[in-house]
């Protein structure tokens, strides 16, 4: 007789409460090189200039997606930007992070319009609905990716770092 898998009862209520708070993740901290860290909600965010962006995602699909630049969002922790962001501040970089590790990179310039005319947006609502679990409640959109690998769903950090060698 081949002996079944199972979960004891605790190890159930475990597994849950885990995945209960992985898609519960209800704000958003923004650290590192910073004048100021923040920690955002939803709510906190809704307060910021909002923006929209009509961008085809993953299902082939168009979308319209709603949140607040990231460049917007590190002006607002004090990150250098704009003029100042030139000599050695042009190695740091923004590290985000998803509760379940994943991870991608950006550099300043490619967030700063004094740089670029691309907006990257941290998106909280799609089609005119919060995101739904497994995809918020804040998600990167950048629309000139030509792959989605950097829209990184469920953040929980924004870090700001300088290069290592």
């Known amino acids: 007789m081949i002996a079944k898998p199972y979960l004891s009862f605790a190890s159930l209520i475990i597994l849950l409460l885990f995945a209960f708070n992985i898609s519960a993740q209800s704000t958003i901290t923004v650290v590192g090189e910073v004048l100021k860290p923040l920690t955002l909600s939803v709510s906190s965010l809704s307060k910021m200039k909002q923006e929209k962006v009509?961008?085809?995602?993953?299902?082939?699909?168009?979308?319209?997606f709603e949140g607040v630049p990231l460049y917007d969002i590190l002006d607002?922790?004090?990150?250098?930007?704009?003029?100042e962001l030139r000599g050695e501040?042009?190695?740091?970089?923004?590290?985000?992070?998803?509760?379940?590790g994943y991870e991608v990179l950006f550099s300043l310039p490619e967030i700063d319009p004094e740089?670029?005319?691309?907006?990257?947006?941290?998106?909280t609502k799609v089609d005119g609905k919060a995101l739904a679990n497994g995809e918020g409640p804040f998600r990167i959109i950048v629309p000139n990716d030509k792959k989605h690998a950097r829209?990184?769903?469920e953040i929980s950090t924004i870090k700001i770092l300088f290069s290592m060698e």
């Open 54 to 64: 009509i961008v085809e995602d993953r299902d082939n699909k168009e979308h319209t």
């Open 89 to 100: 501040n042009l190695v740091k970089y923004i590290l985000v992070q998803a509760v379940d």
């Open 76 to 83: 607002s922790a004090g990150v250098t930007l704009g003029g």
């Open 115 to 123: 740089f670029t005319n691309q907006t990257v947006l941290l998106a």
């Open 151 to 153: 829209w990184i769903r």
